[in-house]
């Protein structure tokens, strides 16, 4: 058999490397560009979770339980919207419910002049549906307005059929506990003063991470540091890598190692410029370190409320039990291992 020459191995090598970068650029930068689809919206419409009459409560009816799956990094649940069936995803960086519209096309949709703003800044005019009927396992939501975009992107990419995203306001006035290694997301019923009406008090674990949090437009933004400076980072349960602001991260000179870069074509022509690198350290509530993130220019989603420098969701997630309190404002995390980050 024939020896490669030395110009024939570096050829193959190369070869090789590409084909890495390749898989990796799919991995982490389409992912992020799905997690931002549908970013901004100026939807403030708030739904309240059908409970139980007080007449009829029992003390299980103030908590539910849902199941949660995962797809990549997406965080899905199994529901149905006026008798629709699929996978929703859980993004607590959409404002309200996002239906697809290739679901609802042949339904009455209302025209709207609102505009919703993606991570690579596509700028599009969603209409709007009636929600009748939204149910999530045990849990029905009352009667609200959806927006309806085009979500077959993700759908193609996961290959799963994706009815629409779960955004916040779904769940204003109640706690989230989002555990990621049993799979559930549980929902508690609040008294005014923002504590759980049962007798099952959140955890008191000497390890439990407390943080408070401020809401911009419909955005949960937590404080994380890097090089112990602080930044503002908003918490995107739909975001399956870190995301940073290229611009912040060259003005603060913060040391990542370059992974890969690629220049995207968008669906309406917009050119997006984006890196992968590897960033050493950041601290939300806990210390995350050597993790992936992606870098894009946030000038172009700089309007309204969106003054943060990342966004952060999967990794955070992974690293423990996650509970929100939307009438207190305070983000708790409870971590899986208390020596490292173990991504699950």
């Given at each position: 058999?024939?020896?490669?020459?030395?110009?024939?191995?570096?050829?193959?090598?190369?070869?090789?490397?590409?084909?890495?970068?390749?898989?990796?650029?799919?991995?982490?930068?389409?992912?992020?560009?799905?997690?931002?689809?549908?970013?901004?919206?100026?939807?403030?419409?708030?739904?309240?979770?059908?409970?139980?009459?007080?007449?009829?409560?029992?003390?299980?009816?103030?908590?539910?339980?849902?199941?949660?799956?995962?797809?990549?990094?997406?965080?899905?649940?199994?529901?149905?919207?006026?008798?629709?069936?699929?996978?929703?995803?859980f993004d607590t960086g959409a404002p309200g419910l996002v239906l697809n519209e290739a679901y609802f096309t042949g339904q009455t949709i209302m025209g709207s002049k609102r505009e919703v703003t993606g991570v690579n800044g596509q700028i599009h005019q969603p209409k709007m549906?009636?929600?009748?009927?939204?149910?999530?396992?045990?849990?029905?939501?009352?009667?609200?307005?959806?927006?309806?975009?085009?979500?077959?992107?993700?759908?193609?990419?996961?290959?799963?059929?994706?009815?629409?995203?779960?955004?916040?306001?779904?769940?204003?006035?109640?706690?989230?506990?989002?555990?990621?290694?049993?799979?559930?997301?549980?929902?508690?019923?609040?008294?005014?003063?923002?504590?759980?009406?049962?007798?099952?008090?959140?955890?008191?674990?000497?390890?439990?991470?407390?943080?408070?949090?401020?809401?911009?437009?419909?955005?949960?933004?937590?404080?994380?540091?890097?090089?112990?400076?602080?930044?503002?980072?908003?918490?995107?349960?739909?975001?399956?890598?870190?995301?940073?602001?290229?611009?912040?991260?060259?003005?603060?000179?913060?040391?990542?190692?370059?992974?890969?870069?690629?220049?995207?074509?968008?669906?309406?022509?917009?050119?997006?410029?984006?890196?992968?690198?590897?960033?050493?350290?950041?601290?939300?509530?806990?210390?995350?370190?050597?993790?992936?993130?992606?870098?894009?220019?946030?000038?172009?989603?700089?309007?309204?409320?969106?003054?943060?420098?990342?966004?952060?969701?999967?990794?955070?997630?992974?690293?423990?039990?996650?509970?929100?309190?939307?009438?207190?404002?305070?983000?708790?995390?409870?971590?899986?291992?208390?020596?490292?980050?173990?991504?699950?």
């Amino acid at each position: 058999m024939r020896k490669r020459s030395n110009e024939e191995k570096a050829k193959i090598r190369n070869f090789i490397s590409r084909k890495g970068m390749t898989k990796l650029f799919k991995r982490l930068i389409l992912p992020a560009v799905i997690a931002g689809a549908v970013l901004m919206s100026c939807s403030t419409q708030k739904s309240r979770i059908a409970w139980a009459k007080e007449s009829e409560q029992i003390q299980i009816s103030n908590v539910h339980t849902i199941p949660i799956h995962k797809r990549g990094k997406l965080i899905l649940i199994e529901g149905q919207a006026n008798g629709v069936s699929g996978y929703f995803i859980f993004d607590t960086g959409a404002p309200g419910l996002v239906l697809n519209e290739a679901y609802f096309t042949g339904q009455t949709i209302m025209g709207s002049k609102r505009e919703v703003t993606g991570v690579n800044g596509q700028i599009h005019q969603p209409k709007m549906k009636d929600v009748y009927d939204l149910k999530l396992g045990e849990v029905n939501f009352r009667h609200q307005m959806a927006d309806v975009v085009d979500l077959s992107h993700i759908e193609r990419f996961r290959q799963v059929k994706i009815v629409g995203l779960l955004g916040v306001n779904l769940f204003k006035g109640v706690e989230l506990e989002i555990d990621l290694h049993r799979h559930l997301i549980k929902i508690f019923k609040l008294n005014k003063d923002g504590s759980r009406i049962i007798g099952v008090p959140a955890s008191t674990s000497p390890n439990l991470i407390s943080m408070p949090y401020t809401v911009k437009g419909h955005l949960i933004e937590l404080e994380a540091r890097i090089n112990d400076k602080s930044y503002s980072i908003a918490f995107d349960s739909g975001s399956e890598v870190l995301l940073l602001d290229k611009n912040t991260v060259d003005k603060e000179q913060i040391h990542t190692n370059l992974l890969f870069s690629k220049t995207l074509l968008t669906s309406c022509g917009l050119q997006t410029d984006m890196e992968i690198r590897q960033l050493d350290s950041i601290c939300v509530g806990l210390n995350l370190n050597d993790i992936k993130t992606v870098l894009t220019d946030f000038n172009k989603i700089r309007s309204q409320s969106f003054k943060v420098n990342g966004l952060i969701g999967y990794d955070l997630i992974a690293a423990g039990v996650v509970t929100i309190n939307f009438n207190t404002r305070i983000l708790q995390i409870l971590p899986y291992n208390t020596d490292s980050f173990i991504p699950v």
